[in-house]
């Protein structure tokens, strides 16, 4: 296990485990956090024994209560956009973008930047008692860490500028019936879920998940066009050793090995 000063790492079997472990400050995202996590995506980007990663929070209050507002006073214009940049493209994007699946486990509040943090990920699984919602506009601020995109890709543009514009936080079923997360679980189940749902993901793929990846992510990419790039993944597939191991299980009414 890698031992951070606010995140633990432990690596089982194909999963690696990342908790946020600020749980007296309810988890809250500070720099060091940030910068912490940087770190830990790079490495298990490159750990060809990680084929997956949970995201969750210490303590069974919060997932992630936000940034750390006590970093935000002494803030100026420069700083806050800079900051902004640190969390959002290098962090959130990187998440986002990611070529292994990335599931958010949240434990209890995901406010602020640790709703964003979650929107990030590729999935989100809460529990009954989560509290999500975007209260920045209470502290005088908007989201910085790519809410107010991502928020509205998921849920639409209404539910969306509701969220930001009252600042309140919805219940977990709420999140669920508004597409914001994809399950709503039982505290006790909700490791295990995001685990089964990455060991269906493991049975596929890995190559095939990586290009589903890069062509969904797609969709919200203004640079792209994204059917362009689902045909040229698509394409990319059929050249791959998994495509022809997966056609030849089929066809074997066998199981691949991937
Ligand atoms: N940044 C920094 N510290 C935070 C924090 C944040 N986003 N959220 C919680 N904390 C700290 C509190 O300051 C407190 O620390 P202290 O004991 O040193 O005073 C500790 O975590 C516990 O929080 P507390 O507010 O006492 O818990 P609560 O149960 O009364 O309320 C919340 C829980 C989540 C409703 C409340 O903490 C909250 O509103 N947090 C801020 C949420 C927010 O605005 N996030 C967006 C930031 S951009």
């Not at 209050?61 to 806050?80: H, M, R, W």
């Not at 959130?92 to 949240?106: G, L, N, S, T």
């Not at 059917?227 to 299980?249: I, L, N, Q, R």
Request: hydrophobic share 45%; glycine share 10%.
């Amino acid at each position: 296990m890698s031992v951070f000063e606010n995140i633990l790492v432990k690596k089982e079997g194909r999963i690696a485990y990342v908790t946020i472990n600020r749980e007296q400050q309810l988890n809250a995202l500070n720099t060091k956090t940030i910068e912490e996590l940087m770190l830990t995506l790079t490495d298990l980007a490159s750990d060809i024994d990680v084929w997956g990663i949970i995201v969750t929070g210490s303590g069974a209050k919060a997932f992630v209560a936000g940034a750390d507002i006590k970093e935000f006073q002494s803030l100026g214009e420069e700083e806050g956009r800079k900051l902004s940049q640190l969390g959002s493209v290098k962090l959130m994007d990187r998440i986002q973008y990611f070529e292994k699946p990335v599931i958010a486990a949240i434990n209890g509040y995901a406010l602020g930047g640790g709703l964003e943090l979650a929107l990030s990920c590729h999935l989100r699984v809460a529990v009954a008692e989560a509290k999500v919602g975007l209260p920045e506009v209470s502290l005088g601020l908007i989201p910085g860490y790519g809410g107010t995109q991502r928020l509205t890709e998921l849920v639409g543009r209404g539910k969306a500028l509701e969220m930001i514009m009252t600042g309140g936080m919805i219940s977990a079923d709420d999140a669920n019936r508004w597409g914001l997360v994809n399950h709503v679980v039982a505290a006790h189940e909700l490791i295990s879920t995001c685990e089964e749902i990455l060991h269906q993901i493991f049975s596929r793929s890995k190559t095939a998940v990586a290009a589903a990846i890069r062509a969904v992510n797609a969709h919200g990419d203004k640079q792209k066009n994204g059917y362009v790039v689902e045909s040229e993944e698509f394409g990319k597939c059929f050249e791959t050793p998994d495509f022809e191991e997966g056609v030849a299980a089929f066809l074997e009414k066998r199981k691949p090995r991937f």
